[in-house]
């Protein structure tokens, strides 16, 4: 299995910016989790999905900020418009239920934004 | 509300040496625990989790935690750490009724020096 996979590794973009990461979870899995970890902030939960569905988007930071996950091997998280205070690094994560209880998550590599 | 608190941000110590790293968790209900490491510039990679039964688990890597209810602790250690093993210690916490979510501590650093 290749595991968790985000896309792009690396993104440099200008304030005001579309950006979008991209995230492959392991297949058969039915959970997708999005996460931003920061020096200041640790790492936050931005927003998980269920089959598909997104069923706790509290973490989203605000407006600018939005995920879909328009099929089970897929999903994406847009910021626009992007602004400094957005650089981090973003991890997809995913993680498959077994006799209806979830267990571990497994990470991607992670994307790191930067918003110049 | 839950939370999880690891108790030292960083903790240096000397290859060879055993290390404990802390963490505290609240909860009132049942909840399942995990340790993940994260590596510089990587994602996190769990090390070891307790879902039920004997209270001391063992993980990868020589590490090993024990789940203790009457003191909501779940320390993890190593008997003998390597240089490898420097890198970032994440404890988490799901509850077992919401689908997956974790919450995770703020890290310890542990850094190995020779």
């Known amino acids: 299995d290749a595991g968790v996979i985000q896309s792009p590794r690396h993104e440099v973009t200008e304030m005001g910016q579309e950006v979008t990461l991209r995230c492959k979870p392991i297949?058969?899995?039915?959970?997708l989790f999005w996460y931003r970890q920061t020096m200041m902030r640790g790492l936050e939960l931005l927003i998980y999905?269920?089959?598909?569905?997104?069923?706790?988007d509290s973490g989203m930071p605000e407006d600018r900020f939005s995920a879909k996950m328009p099929n089970a091997s897929f999903s994406t998280l847009k910021i626009q418009p992007s602004e400094p205070r957005d650089s981090a690094v973003y991890f997809c994560?995913?993680?498959?239920?077994?006799?209806?209880?979830?267990?571990?998550?497994?990470f991607g590599p992670g994307t790191r934004l930067t918003v110049t | 509300a839950q939370s999880v608190t690891q108790l030292d941000s960083q903790v240096p110590v000397f290859e060879e040496a055993p290390v404990e790293l802390r963490c505290n968790y609240s909860?009132?209900?049942?909840?399942?625990l995990f340790w993940y490491v994260q590596y510089p510039n990587q994602g996190l990679q769990l090390l070891l989790k307790y879902l039920s039964g004997s209270t001391l688990v063992k993980g990868i890597n020589g590490f090993e935690a024990e789940f203790n209810k009457s003191q909501t602790s779940f320390h993890l250690r190593k008997p003998s750490v390597h240089i490898s093993d420097t890198a970032e210690y994440f404890c988490a916490v799901m509850r077992g009724n919401q689908g997956g979510k974790l919450i995770f501590g703020q890290g310890t650093e542990l850094s190995v020096k020779p």
């Open positions: 909860s009132s209900v049942s909840v399942y």
């Open positions: 994560a995913s993680s498959g239920t077994s006799g209806g209880l979830t267990y571990e998550q497994y």
């Open positions: 297949s058969g899995h039915d959970y």
């Open positions: 999905f269920n089959n598909n569905v997104p069923i706790d």
